[in-house]
């Protein structure tokens, strides 16, 4: 269980840089979720922890101590792959019994701690299958284990759920949360998926393009994103993003005229999440063009004064048909303004 | 707007559901009557020679040989794989093949034995506990004097092959994976370079390698043979493991270090067993190539205690061809034996040996 520091952190490749200026600090016994798109640096940010890439620059410390020279093995990191990388040439006590074998740990006590944190991720009962005979879940199970076997100061997660179904997703969620809580393991996971990092994790670090973009909790990141990328990749549905051009405290939206009190200028971009949009005869008319029904809720697409613009409604309520004609209202101080050259968010609030 | 109407339906409204079951399933097994039949068909070829060698060499005394042996023993056994292919793709019951099968195989042993079991005898084999056969066939060998006990031959080919199989399977499975696995300047221009290697004729070289051998003193030993061939054979195998080695998932290996092992530990206790099926076939490749040698063998190797068993084959068919065909032959099943069994135990293995080297 450690405090993880990573200070300016710069991972360069032959033809880019894969990350630059990272600087995080993980508390110790904390679940922090590396949140971003394919080819962000999150995997790269991940193997850096681990020690299996070396940072270009920058530095990696654990309770306060530069790790950049330590090798992989001797970190005490434990990982779980998206693929689980069981080996499959050893039943699954092995497997587990595996990380053990280089620590020095008399065989009796290896098996002992092996079945220990067996029953802790509830695989008790398929310690001699092999990993071929096992279900995707059970893997999963098998290499939680085999990563956590050795008590690591860190436990890393790269996309440990995306290989599941969707049922069994959820159940491993809770599963790895329950875990993490019991050990108290600082554990950094990786994802692209929202639902996981915000499910699972205490703060969230968005990545995009090697750089962090934003870390917080999620309630942080879904209400006040502090760039359009964190706006556009959190919440779904996403958040409906319409340009507009700032002048004098006023900003015009399509065919609307919204008066902020920010000093914003030249061109921006509103950001209204779907579910703060309501109908009220009062509103900006719009015209129902698309009716998506989602269970609990409905989605529908609207043309509108604003410009092309989703809104959910309970399932309960919602009687819209394509073609209706509906007018949308939405409470100033929950929109958000971004610069749309820069990407940052402005920060004010809009005034009516 | 036109209204499409078929004049007749294209296929019945109720159609007979049983009758096309039927068809089917007539259909399915006539395909595996006609596959069965092309490759007992292609196999003809391939079988006859070695199931003559067979024949001669238990039936054949000093002299000519007669074809009468073989014709009756096709006779009986051709009929009766005829017809147990016939029952095997119409009867669907395990048990019943098997019970046809025991007994088409006990008829053709009685009709076997009753027709030609009198002149079977094991007099060729004699080779195999005494030394000087070909003097006892036609008074001198002309193979150096004397000739060697067959089990010299025997050795000195146990030992080609299997040093040559240890050399083989350490040194490709140690470059295959540096290659698969590490970059470094030149990788490419040298997979090209082992390629091209693999491709050259290396006949060509047999002279110089000759002469190689002289200055270095080592022709006329089996060791100078063992290198000169696993230099020759080595750029295949080193690109069969690469491809091998390519299919284990770099994640595996992450693992086992971030669970402590050293890289040395993770390719031992981690990756190795993961090309084990790669391993097993390179060095049955290995082996049944250097157990079959004879082009490099018959130019370095020279005294009749170096000989390995092509080699004595060679000189047996040398001095006795034409006068004794049956000590020929029999002395080419003993030969070929160790490669027959080693084919049938690893074949699972031969075939995806293949598929890993498709895929490097």
Redesign the interface.
């Known amino acids: 269980m450690s405090r993880i520091e990573l200070r300016n952190l710069r991972k360069d490749w032959a033809t880019a840089a894969a990350v630059a200026d990272v600087n995080l600090t993980i508390e110790d016994g904390a679940f922090v979720a590396v949140l971003g798109p394919s080819g962000c640096g999150k995997t790269t940010t991940l193997?850096m922890l681990?020690?299996?890439y070396n940072p270009t620059t920058g530095d990696i410390a654990f309770d306060g101590a530069r790790v950049n020279d330590v090798e992989?093995?001797?970190?005490n990191?434990?990982?779980v792959?998206?693929?689980y990388?069981?080996?499959?040439?050893m039943s699954v006590l092995e497997n587990i019994m595996?990380?053990l074998?280089?620590?020095k740990v008399e065989r009796a006590e290896s098996k002992r701690r092996a079945r220990e944190i067996a029953a802790l991720v509830r695989i008790d009962a398929l310690l001699d299958r092999r990993p071929s005979q096992l279900s995707g879940g059970q893997q999963q199970r098998v290499a939680l284990a085999?990563a956590l076997v050795?008590r690591p100061h860190l436990l890393?997660l790269d996309e440990p759920l995306s290989n599941l179904d969707a049922a069994l997703r959820l159940t491993m969620r809770t599963e790895i949360r329950r875990i993490q809580r019991e050990l108290g393991v600082t554990t950094v996971l990786v994802t692209h998926d929202q639902i996981e990092a915000t499910t699972m994790a205490d703060r969230i670090i968005v990545m995009n393009a090697g750089r962090v973009e934003q870390e917080g909790t999620a309630k942080d990141l879904y209400e006040r994103p502090r760039t359009l990328f964190v706006a556009s990749f959190i919440g779904s549905p996403p958040i409906n993003l319409l340009d507009g051009e700032a002048e004098d405290g006023l900003v015009k939206v399509h065919q609307t005229t919204i008066a902020v009190a920010a000093p914003a200028r030249g061109a921006v971009v509103l950001g209204i999440r779907p579910e703060q949009l309501h109908v009220d005869e009062t509103g900006t008319p719009a015209r129902v063009v698309a009716v998506e029904p989602m269970g609990r809720e409905v989605l529908y697409t609207t043309d509108s004064a604003l410009g092309i613009v989703r809104f959910i409604e309970a399932g309960s309520e919602a009687h819209h048909r394509e073609g209706d004609s509906v007018a949308l209202r939405f409470s100033p101080e929950d929109a958000v303004l971004f610069d749309k050259t820069s990407g940052l968010r402005i920060d004010a609030r809009i005034a009516a | 707007m036109a209204t499409v109407t078929f004049e007749k339906p294209l296929s019945p409204a109720r159609p007979d559901w049983q009758a096309l079951a039927a068809r089917a399933g007539l259909r399915r097994s006539a395909g595996q009557a006609a596959l069965l039949a092309f490759l007992l068909l292609v196999s003809v070829p391939i079988i006859l020679p070695y199931f003559w060698m067979l024949m001669i060499s238990l039936t054949a005394r000093t002299g000519g040989v007669s074809t009468d042996v073989l014709w009756t023993a096709c006779a009986v056994i051709v009929p009766a794989v005829l017809i147990y292919s016939i029952v095997h793709s119409l009867v669907p019951s395990p048990r019943l093949r098997l019970v046809t099968g025991l007994l088409l195989l006990a008829i053709a042993c009685t009709l076997l034995v009753a027709l030609i079991g009198d002149r079977l005898h094991f007099d060729n084999y004699r080779f195999l506990w005494r030394t000087n056969i070909v003097e006892e066939i036609r008074s001198k060998a002309t193979a150096g004097g004397q000739f060697p006990s067959v089990w010299i031959a025997f050795r000195n080919s146990l030992v080609l092959a299997v040093s040559q199989t240890v050399i083989i399977i350490t040194v490709a499975s140690l470059a295959g994976y540096y290659i698969s696995r590490f970059a470094f300047r030149g990788r490419e221009a040298f997979l090209q370079g082992l390629l091209v290697l693999h491709a050259f004729p290396a006949m060509t070289l047999i002279i110089p390698i000759f002469l190689i051998l002289y200055w270095v003193g080592l022709l006329d030993t089996i060791a100078g043979v063992m290198l000169v061939l696993a230099t020759i054979e080595l750029p295949f195998y080193v690109f069969v493991m690469k491809g091998f080695f390519d299919a284990v998932?770099w994640?595996?290996e992450?693992?086992?270090?971030?669970?402590?092992?050293?890289r040395r530990?993770a390719f031992r206790?981690?990756v190795l067993?993961?090309v084990?099926v790669g391993l097993i076939a390179v060095a049955v490749f290995a082996f049944i190539r250097a157990w079959e040698e004879y082009i490099f063998v018959r130019t370095f190797l020279i005294e009749n205690k170096n000989w390995v068993m092509s080699l004595y084959l060679f000189w047996v068919a040398d001095d006795v061809m034409g006068v004794d065909y049956g000590i020929v032959a029999a002395v080419s099943v003993f030969y070929v034996l160790p490669s027959l069994l080693l084919y049938v135990f690893c074949q699972k293995y031969l075939t995806q040996m293949t598929i890993g080297g498709i895929k490097g």
């Open positions: 193997l681990a020690g299996i992989a093995r001797d970190r990191v434990g990982i792959c998206q693929s990388a069981l080996y499959p040439n595996f990380p074998r280089f620590k085999r050795k890393l | 998932p994640d595996i992450m693992s086992a270090m971030t669970d402590g092992a050293t530990q206790l981690v067993p993961q084990s």
